[in-house]
């Protein structure tokens, strides 16, 4: 369960890619050698696996077809990637890309690459990805702002040596650690607390956790061209409890007719787990196992907040239905936008709109629209349109919005985009629901069970939250996009 290097790339389809930071462990890479033998592939230089994984993900101004990454038989479900260096294919690398950074790593497979071994059987992959997304949290606040994200990022090395020494991730959350060395906790001398619990709280008990769902979608409205919809679900928890390593158990819970949770991912603090619920996978499409619940989690929990599980869950609808249509009259563009709210959804925001953008076009000079439910406002540039429908839908669950549209002429300062080009376009709905999950998933705060001194005030939250939820405009032609494993 160990990493053999780690990398976080720029990429910035106008200036090119760049390597951001990166951490190798050659004790790891002594051992890769050993385990794979003769199928070895050596890591090459930052900048030859910047190239070459911006070749894999389809990144770079290249864009001619090349067999062994884009036939039709090799669809990606995942992150994991194969990328093709000098010395052969790099495998497993988990790579994600969000907000124009890539965060990549190379875990460590104790045994020969040839053939290649089950996903599952590989420890290092769900540590890997954990503290990818550590670094994406750490990270990812300070994404606005170059100077401060290039401190931290300065930072990273630090913080590394503690949540990850010798290539071993012990502690994901990054932000909970501090970069000076000064504050390096020492190993505990109580032999019973684990490492990654630093400190002893002193109080009263108490127990936070939150779940949050995001869901993706997207949608097309068209016979030829399937629907994709998935939710991406965390369990954030902190816990305030005395003792040294104090046992806490948590439940999650579905209702009757709630949707299957799949590719579960426990943080390392977790001590046990039915082995049932982590053999669930959206990742193969021959795969009928099922696990309903309830997912019971043991663990010592860690000073500071966590996420305790990763999940994904394949629920039966979306939860707003839309039809996107964007026509050319002359001069002018006719759209018309159609949502409904699906009868099984909590009809209470905290607030919903739908954004249409229009790039490729100069300024909207004049707007004509008629809405059947809540406002519509034009953006300060005069290329987007912001439907604010609020905290409710009607009764009838239904909004429309009709409209022309008419532009001026276009200038250097109105956005661009590559795909959204002739009548290529979308909406791009935003909305949050506070006490709810599209799959049904709760915290039961009776089944909360604390071994330690003390009644503890048990707090549980959960929100809905849209992201990347895209309705693509029926009359024109409309990327395609797979469903991936990760966010």
């Known amino acids: 369960m160990a990493l053999r290097a780690l990398w976080v790339l720029r990429h910035d389809p106008r200036a090119g890619g760049a390597v951001l930071f990166s951490r190798r462990y050659p004790t790891v890479e002594t051992r890769a050698e050993a385990f794979n033998g003769s199928t070895h592939v050596a890591i090459p230089s930052d900048n030859d696996f910047l190239k070459a994984l911006l070749f894999e993900l389809r990144l770079t101004d290249d864009q001619s077809f090349v067999e062994h990454r884009d036939t039709c038989t090799r669809i990606d479900h995942s992150s994991v990637r194969s990328v093709r260096v000098e010395g052969g294919d790099l495998w497993p690398v988990v790579a994600f890309q969000k907000s124009g950074l890539i965060y990549a790593c190379l875990p460590l497979v104790e045994e020969t690459l040839e053939p290649r071994p089950p996903l599952l059987t590989i420890r290092g992959l769900s540590q890997g990805l954990a503290l990818l997304f550590g670094i994406l949290d750490y990270i990812s606040p300070s994404r606005k702002n170059e100077a401060e994200m290039s401190a931290k990022i300065g930072q990273l090395r630090n913080l590394l040596i ?112 039915d082995p049932a619920m982590l053999m669930s996978s959206s990742v193969d499409p021959l795969d009928d196992s099922v696990y309903s619940g309830p997912y019971k989690f043991p663990f010592i929990p860690p000073s500071d907040s966590f996420n305790l599980c990763y999940y994904t869950s394949q629920v039966p609808v979306p939860p707003i239905l839309g039809c996107y249509q964007l026509i050319e009259e002359g001069s002018q563009l006719k759209l018309t936008v159609n949502l409904k709210l699906h009868e099984s959804i909590k009809n209470s925001f905290e607030y919903c709109e739908a954004r249409i953008p229009f790039f490729n076009r100069g300024p909207i000079a004049h707007l004509e629209y008629k809405v059947s439910y809540g406002q519509l406002d034009l953006s300060r540039e005069k290329s987007l349109l912001v439907w604010i429908i609020g905290q ?63 009644k503890p005030k048990i707090t549980a939250s959960r929100e809905l939250i849209s992201s990347d939820y895209y309705i693509w405009n029926s009359e024109a032609s409309a990327p395609i996009m797979y469903k991936s494993l990760y966010y």
């Not at 305030?240 to 426990?266: C, F, K, R, Y």
Request: glycine share 6%; with cysteine; proline share 7%.
């Open 162 to 273: 503690q949540a990850c020494p010798l290539g071993t991730p012990l502690n994901t959350n990054i932000s909970s650690l501090n970069s000076s060395f000064d504050d390096i906790q020492v190993i505990p001398t109580d032999e019973k607390q684990p490492v990654w619990r630093s400190n002893t709280y002193k109080g009263k008990p108490q127990v936070n956790v939150s779940i949050t769902e995001k869901v993706k979608c997207m949608q097309y409205d068209k016979r030829d061209v399937v629907d994709m919809w998935q939710v991406y679900g965390v369990v954030n928890c902190k816990c305030d409890i005395e003792g040294a390593a104090p046992n806490v158990t948590l439940t999650l819970n579905l209702p009757t007719n709630g949707s299957p949770l799949q590719d579960i991912l426990v943080h390392h603090c977790v001590t046990s787990v």
């Open 392 to 454: 409710k839908f009607p009764k009838s669950s239904e909004v429309s919005l009709t409209g022309t549209v008419t532009f001026g002429a276009a200038g250097e300062e109105h956005p661009t985009d590559y795909v959204c080009t002739g009548n290529t376009a979308y909406v791009k709905m935003y909305f949050r629901i506070p006490d709810f999950t599209l799959t049904g998933c709760y915290v039961d705060q009776h089944s909360v069970q604390i071994f330690a001194p003390g």
